[in-house]
């Protein structure tokens, strides 16, 4: 059980944050809490379970996200993650998709706030995990002061465990969910005002974060950092996770040894059936701004896809970076020399 706030996670993103891109990620960090994909309650409770839900043991400290508002399914559907072995059961008040919002869950459930807190409540009955939300500083024409402390009030009353709040707004009609990501414009000031209103409450705050320097500033205010598509995207950025926040030595010093030690991750999924491109997908920003890593991309975006692609399809994309490091040196050499 995750025993008190991690200070650094990687947000639940659909059709990214699979098990394979867990699996990638904890060999950058052991400390930084990795999510699931959000799952619907229908899709636990009467899809494939194994397929949604399963995961390795070294994702350990790992949360799953929910998506639902109905009580009796997200208690039934909480019960059967805690039976997978999760960590935390966390419940998705943030998404702002029009699919998302028919089923109504999501950030529309900002405007039901005393229903999320009757969720919350039924998880807490269910499970004796960590039960949280995610969720926005408001949605539409609320006022962010009022909505966001209403949701808190009710949430916390219900016996959330943590709150880790996106600090932009959603708006459910007339943007789209990539929209959603940019145009409303962040207040980070908003939800350091909620942290010093509750101190008790573990909060964290998400939403365009981007360099260790944002980060140690944020902390400052707040209990947790969320990032999101910086650790897709650059996902070098998660070396820093141990070393930064908790004085331990990374688990590989950079990612060339990252991709050695996640080698053995690779194999192990291939020799299950699985293909190498839905596994190297998510390790397409390693090498972001070095010599080659455009090459390095573009190898792994052309034949990782090919039939019977595998190990060495990995190393000969490797080898495009370490091949531009290598013909640099001696220039480097010579210009240190002089």
């Known amino acids: 059980m995750i025993a008190d706030i ?17 699996a990638f990620h904890r060999v950058l960090s ?62 998705n008040v943030g998404c702002p998709s029009d699919r998302v919002q028919n089923g109504r869950f999501g950030a529309c ?6 229903l999320v807190g009757e969720c919350v409540a039924a998880m807490k009955a269910a499970v004796s995990l960590p039960v949280t939300v995610k969720c926005r500083i408001g949605v539409d024409d ?4 009022e909505a966001l402390n209403r949701l808190s009030d009710c949430v916390v009353a219900a016996g959330c465990d943590e709150l880790t709040v996106h ?4 708006w459910l009609q007339g943007l789209s969910p990539k929209e959603n990501r940019d145009i409303p414009p962040l207040d980070y000031p908003r939800v350091y005002r909620l942290k010093a209103a509750r101190p008790d409450l573990p909060i964290a705050i998400n939403g365009g974060i981007k360099t260790w320097a944002e980060i140690h500033e944020h902390l400052k205010h707040v209990d947790g950092v969320m990032l999101g598509r910086v650790a897709y995207h650059e996902p070098e950025i998660l070396l ?21 030690a996640y080698e053995p991750y690779v194999a192990e999924q291939l020799a299950k059936g699985e293909r190498l491109h839905n596994i190297t ?11 080659g890593a455009r090459a390095y991309r573009r190898h792994l975006a052309t034949e990782a896809v090919k039939p019977g692609a595998n190990l060495n399809t990995l190393r000969d994309a490797v080898a495009h970076v370490s091949g531009a490091v290598e013909r640099l040196a001696p220039a480097d050499a010579s210009a240190d020399a002089a």
Request: glycine content about 8%.
């Open 167 to 170: 600090a932009r707004k959603a």
């Open 30 to 91: 052991r400390r930084a809490r990795l999510y699931t994909e959000m799952v619907t309650t229908g899709a636990v409770i009467h899809g494939p379970r194994e397929r949604l839900l399963g995961f390795s043991e070294p994702e350990h400290p790992v949360a799953v996200q929910l998506g639902g508002s109905d009580p009796a399914d997200l208690a039934e559907a909480a019960r059967i993650c805690a039976d997978f072995g999760y960590d935390e059961i966390n419940l």
């Open 142 to 145: 609320q006022d962010t002061e």
């Open 240 to 260: 820093g996770v141990d070393r930064e926040l908790h004085g331990e030595e990374s688990p590989v010093a950079d990612s060339f040894e990252a991709v050695e």
């Open 109 to 114: 459930l900002m405007q039901e706030p005393v």
């Open 6 to 22: 991690a200070k650094i996670s990687i947000a639940p993103m659909m059709d990214w944050t699979d098990r394979h891109c867990r």
């Open 281 to 291: 997908r998510h390790m397409l920003g390693l090498f972001t701004g070095r010599p």
